[in-house]
């Protein structure tokens, strides 16, 4: 069984860093999945969620979305079965709801992954 367990969230001021970090277990072929980090706010269905960043199977390709191109950057370690997501200069509107997503072919919709996490909340005052 699939477990996806973000963590790392919290209650940040304006300005700050803070880093989510996802752990992937019962995947045996975690270095063969893209993984991307998705961020949901309240009202939204979870279709609706927003793309934040993505990286393939290598760690060497990688997406950012324009609002946080410069400030968030996602990384992984495959022998950790680990991704994360600096995310540096937070704004109030990053506040969300972050999940991880794991993606056997990649991409930036909702419909490419195949497990999810709970998510995380980021909280961001002003």
């Known amino acids: 069984q699939v477990q996806v367990e973000e963590s790392g969230g919290g209650l940040v001021q304006a300005g700050d860093s803070v880093m989510l970090s996802c752990v992937v277990s019962?995947?045996?072929?975690?270095?063969?999945?893209?993984m991307g980090w998705f961020r949901q706010v309240p009202g939204k269905e979870r279709e609706e969620r927003e793309c934040v960043a993505t990286i393939n199977y290598s760690g060497d390709t990688t997406y950012y979305t324009d609002s946080v191109k410069g400030r968030f950057t996602i990384s992984r370690d495959n022998a950790k079965n680990t991704v994360y997501l600096q995310m540096n200069n937070l704004k109030p509107e990053d506040t969300a709801v972050y999940y991880c997503g794991v993606s056997p072919f990649g991409g930036t919709t909702t419909d490419v992954c195949v497990d999810w996490g709970r998510g995380t909340q980021v909280t961001v005052s002003s």
């Open positions: 019962g995947r045996r072929t975690f270095d063969k999945y893209a």
